[in-house]
């Protein structure tokens, strides 16, 4: 059987934040029922012949889904072949019940990560989350009342208006709840999202260049004094409570996404599902899958994904793994990049692994384009 990780994408989301720009949709909820059906048709044929390594429950806003579309999948969840993996839901605060918690907890969830963004009342109302603080931290106490002794919680940096103050403020803040795991992104502005069009007008006023590089080295210095390893540019743990699923797409590990608009990386092909609710549903359906896009990726490409997933992590890549994966020698391939970098102080490499330097990990975008073959 083939170990794999398993994405599962919920697509509903109550209103949508003003940020984002991720395939999820708000009115959509008479699709609820039909859609988790048709999701956990393709979760049994996809994953039948599968070794589940870890699953997480990403969107759109799983815990939106009705309690009902909760129990059919559930039952599609049971039936695969698991043993202690680490099991994630996403949610936003306001649509966790306490009756979802508790079916989580018997389909073995055993993660539960939870977007906050920023800790003051006018952010959220700006970034158009349905939640409060209040709400949020309500939502914080229930999961540790059910049992929940791996969260995290997602924080952004550098949106509108904020200041470095408010910044270290919700670093503080989060921190003194002590969840195991935080993520701190910084706000891109995509386009097709309402703060799109306000950016094109104008009519936001971000933080510029400089302080954005202070948040970013304020969240890498205020998360290692408390106690979280930075193992990847955005993401930091407690000792041993990394996420172990992303740590599959970063180290191009098999896994496979079911659901609308999720990708799936198998034996160096990628995949990629329908977005559009209803036709994913009808898909599925008539084909038990929804795939529309295949790309068997070339040698170079699959070295490529290796080097700037890999390099993602702050421990980097293994040269020898390089070597296992694709029967050459990294140096051959990268020798000039890597030297490059490493006399820009930018890539350090000792006996085993070749990695970002923190100042590496600030102009991460330029090294890891350079991968590019
Ligand atoms: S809740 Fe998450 S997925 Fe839904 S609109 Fe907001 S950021 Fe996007």
Redesign the pocket.
Known sequence: MQDVGLYIHIPF?????Y??D?P?F?GKEENMIPYAQALSKEIQNICKDKNIRSIFIG???PTYLSLQGWIILKEAIDKLEKQHIEFTIEG?PKTFTEEKLKLFREMGVNRISV?LQAWQEAHLKSL???HSLQEFKNTYDLLRAYGFTNINVDIMFGLPNQTLAQWRETLHQVISLKPEHISAYSLIIEEGTHFYNLYEKDQLILPNEEEERQMYEDAVNILKENGYNQYEISNFAKEGMECKHNLIYWSLENYVGCGSAAHSYLEGVRYRNEENIEKYICKVNNENNAIIQKHLNSKEENMEEFMFLGLRKTKGVSTLEFEKKFGEDIHKVYGKVIEKYIKLELLKEDSERIYLTPKGVELSNVVMSDFLL
């Open positions: 989301c109550k209103m949508k934040c940020y984002c991720f999820s708000s969107g759109g806003t936003n977007g158009g989350r349905i």
